[in-house]
């Protein structure tokens, strides 16, 4: 068995749980936030749908160099959602590209060293398979979790996410 033919259906998993959530985004929220040092509803959303992207980057390059991130307003703008319906059309985009990246992968490939570095300096050097579980994965479901808990803040019912919850038994 390949490494992608192991590691796809885990992806297929993560996402459709963090589509579910994001199936729950109070649009009359957006703006929520439960601590002045935490990001908004909607910026914990806009992240969400747009970490699946970080793929294209660990998947086809060698490395990448937090100093060369665009953080200009015209690029935080075009990842940042406006709605429920664009939260999940950005999502869906974002995981149909990253899964026809992963899809493509050799064991090789997924197992090439691969170097996050700022300004030049390494950060750490990994496999390329885990940087894509650790960023990828591991960091989505991290963020998926406090958007789960924005979610109760705000008393909204949770999907069954790796198993029934108070809302939703099965």
Request: aromatic share 8%.
């Amino acid at each position: 068995m390949a490494i992608k033919d192991a590691l796809l259906p885990e992806f297929d998993h993560e996402m459709g749980t963090t589509r579910r959530l994001l199936e729950r985004l109070p649009e009359d929220k957006l703006s929520w936030q439960p601590h002045p040092k935490s990001w908004n509803l909607g910026q914990l959303a806009s992240h969400l749908v747009n970490i699946p992207l970080w793929s294209q980057t660990i998947l086809n390059e060698s490395s990448f160099d937090l100093a060369s991130r665009d953080e200009s307003p015209e690029a935080q703008q075009s990842r940042t959602v406006s709605s429920r319906q664009h939260a999940l059309q950005l999502l869906d985009e974002n995981v149909a590209r990253t899964r026809a990246s992963l899809a493509s992968k050799s064991d090789a490939e997924l197992l090439a060293i691969w170097t996050l570095t700022r300004a030049g300096q390494e950060i750490m050097t990994v496999p390329r398979i885990a940087a894509f579980r650790s960023f990828v994965l591991n960091h989505l479901i991290h963020h998926r979790g406090q958007f789960s808990v924005y979610l109760r803040m705000n008393n909204v019912p949770l999907p069954p996410i790796y198993g029934p919850t108070a809302d939703e038994a099965f």
